[in-house]
């Protein structure tokens, strides 16, 4: 039943609590419930809105940032990670394997801003060794929703 229920309100976590009884067969009350007690233990972590900022006027710059770091003793990676993913910029902190350690989110509103960030906030940092920032361009698809959807074609098809 949890899995069912994480599964759909991980695609539409706005749905409605009556539609989503009907979905899984159960009382209102038991799925009010079980979406408390799956808040409470920490599997449900959050709601999230997801925009497309490119059909608002609003400039965001996004950028995935790659850092190499040296893990301190007793600490490991969770301390770097910690001061890492603090900062207000930061939208999502990952350990990956690999070339790198982390693989760092951000957005800013312009390119000098996450530059700055990089340059000031990040790479002083003394345990981070390096890093490769890259600036995404554009967006395709986003926590499973894809945004940049292909505008229908709508030529009239000549037959011979």
Known sequence: ????????????????????????????????????????????????????????????????????VTPQRGKGFDHIAERIYKYPEVNSVYLISGGYDLLVSIEGKSLKEISLFVSDKLSTQESVLSTATHFVLKKYKDHGTILAQREPDERIMITP
Do not use: F, Q
């Open 1 to 68: 039943m949890r899995e069912k229920l994480l599964a759909i309100i991980e695609k539409n976590s706005k749905i409605d609590m009556r539609e989503l009884a009907v979905i899984m067969g159960i009382p209102e009350i038991e799925v009010a419930n079980e979406l408390k007690a799956l808040e409470e233990e920490g599997v449900i972590c959050g709601y999230h809105t997801l925009i497309d900022w490119e059909k608002t006027s609003i400039d965001k710059v996004s950028a995935i940032i790659e850092v190499r």
